[in-house]
């Protein structure tokens, strides 16, 4: 047998989505000589090319679109927009070229050296390439960081049609569909229902479950409800699909359960957006030792070591949520490891965002988990109608939730919705990192007036110092 093509280096990243290009920049500038494996042809992985990042272009146009029509009734009329999709496309396609193009830049920078191709392990020192380009090459490393992803959870009882997509292919704004159908009332489908109802579509949304975004307080969520009720045609708790027929006139769908309509419905357009799945099973994971659970999660320690010394798995593909900003840390924490450093993931808090209408976002401890773990805890609520950027704003529905220790008053969670709350859901995040308590976050100056201000407001409740609320009940 001809001998492959062999390239060697001191760690190989296999995959280059936030938490890999994180890990294999941080291990370049720690001097490691470094190898990108990547598939695709830039880097970034889904967030960057097909996920967090095109949506948020879009989620900027729907909000755009919203809020100019919410100003009619307070005496701002404009023209009901007219939607050049292909414009639209090429704006969306432009946000992700200058971050791709932008990663490839530093990559280079920093000597990565990036090989294109489909990497699968060939031993415990060995990842075998087959190239984009054709032919194979095996990067023989020191350390390997896998992070690998996950890929879309499909429904095998649909049918194969282009009018069926997972968020990659809605991403794509293929049309404006008259009827769309989302299945899955998690993030992705609320983010991505929240985009296409702004262009124009009629909705219904499937969730098996008996509320939407499992993991958010159900006070987060029944705010969002409620501003959303009327923009979709369905919300269908307890609901499933059960089948479906792809017909001239649209697809025809049958559900089950509670929320059930009579008879199949037909859409334009199905979205399927019913979770991710790790790629710890596409790997050849085998042929280096390493463990993957049945679920396709490879375990690992709080060096983000996998059960093979040396090989690192960080980001969707290790447990945890599948959030890029997690991927990011660990990433770092692997590579960091991997050159030698005492570094752990030891996060405090890992926080979430909706980025819906409204934005949904939490950190630390929810109440709900609060709940179900029996733990003793103090929350204060800062209600936005009581904001006055808020009102000035005219979206005064939100709120700001925190949660503290009750012997100690340190901040331990909390959630905010409403606009913006992505943003604001930071300061939350650090002050649990921090072991802030109610005081800490009350006596801090907030600026006046911001939504930001809520956060601190909040704290005070705690303490019942807040002046922006009528007084306490003694
Ligand atoms: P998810 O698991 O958050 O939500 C999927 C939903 O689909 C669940 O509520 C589930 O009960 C429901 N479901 C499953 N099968 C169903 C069926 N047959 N019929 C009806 N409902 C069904 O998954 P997602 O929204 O696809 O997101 C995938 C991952 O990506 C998540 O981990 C998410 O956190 C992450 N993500 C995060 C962001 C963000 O942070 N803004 C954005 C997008 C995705």
Redesign the pocket.
């Known amino acids: 047998m001809p001998e492959t093509n062999t390239v060697s280096c001191d760690v190989a990243v296999l995959g280059s989505g936030p938490g890999g290009y994180s890990a294999a920049f941080r291990a370049a500038d720690l001097g490691l000589k470094t190898v990108l494996i990547e598939r695709e042809a830039t880097l970034g992985g889904v967030c960057l090319n097909v ?2 990042i095109p ?1 948020k272009a879009l989620l900027h146009v729907a909000q755009l679109i919203t809020e100019a029509e919410a100003f009619r009734a307070h005496g701002v009329d404009f023209a009901k927009p007219r939607i050049d999709l292909d414009l639209l496309r090429a704006h969306k396609n432009k946000v992700v070229g200058k971050l791709t193009t932008g990663l490839s830049g530093m990559a280079k920078m920093r000597k990565v050296q990036v090989v294109q191709g489909v990497g699968a392990f060939r031993s415990p020192q060995e990842i075998e390439v087959a190239l984009a380009a054709g032919g194979t090459i095996v990067v023989r490393f020191e350390k390997a960081i896998i992070a690998a992803g ?1 890929e ?2 499909t ?1 095998p009882f649909l049918p194969k049609d282009p009018r069926i997509v997972d ?1 990659t292919g809605a991403l794509e704004l293929p049309v404006i569909p008259k009827r769309m159908l989302v ?7 609320l ?1 991505m229902a929240t985009v296409y109802s702004a262009l124009g579509s009629r909705i219904d949304v ?4 008996d509320g ?4 958010a307080d159900r006070d987060l969520v029944r705010i969002w409800q409620k501003r959303n009720t009327s923009r979709f045609d369905r919300i269908m708790l307890k ?3 059960v089948g479906a027929n792809a017909k001239r006139d649209g697809i025809h769908v049958r559900f089950e359960g509670a929320g059930a309509p009579e008879g199949a419905e037909a859409y334009d357009l199905v979205l399927v ?4 799945t790790p790629n710890g099973k596409h790997i050849g994971a085998e042929r280096a030792g390493i463990t993957v659970d049945a679920r396709g999660f490879i375990p690992v320690d709080r060096r983000m070591q996998t059960n093979v010394s040396g090989i690192f798995a960080i980001g969707d593909i290790a447990e945890g ?3 890029a900003h997690k991927a990011v840390h660990e990433g770092h924490v692997a590579a960091e490891a991997a050159a030698g450093k005492p570094s752990q993931f030891d996060a405090k808090q890992i926080p ?4 819906t209408d409204p934005e949904i976002a939490w950190a630390g401890k929810t109440e709900d988990e609060l709940k179900a773990e029996a733990v003793p805890f103090g929350k204060a609520v800062f209600p936005w109608a009581a904001s006055g950027r808020a009102i000035a704003m005219a979206r005064d529905e939100g709120f700001t939730k925190l949660l503290f220790d009750p012997e100690s008053h340190r901040i331990i969670g909390g959630g905010i919705v409403g606009v913006h709350a992505g943003d604001l859901i930071s300061e939350i995040a650090l002050g649990i990192e921090m072991g802030s308590d109610a005081t800490d976050i009350g006596k801090t100056i907030h600026p006046h007036p911001t939504l930001s201000e809520s956060v601190g407001m909040a704290a005070e409740v705690f303490e019942g110092v807040c002046t922006d609320l009528p007084p306490a009940k003694k």
């Open positions: 996920g967090c949506s996950s879309a959870v429904l968020s299945i899955g009332g998690g993030i992705i489908g983010e499937v969730e098996m479950l939407l975004m499992a993991g609901t499933k699909t957006a019913v979770g991710r949520p599948m959030l979430s965002v909706a980025y």
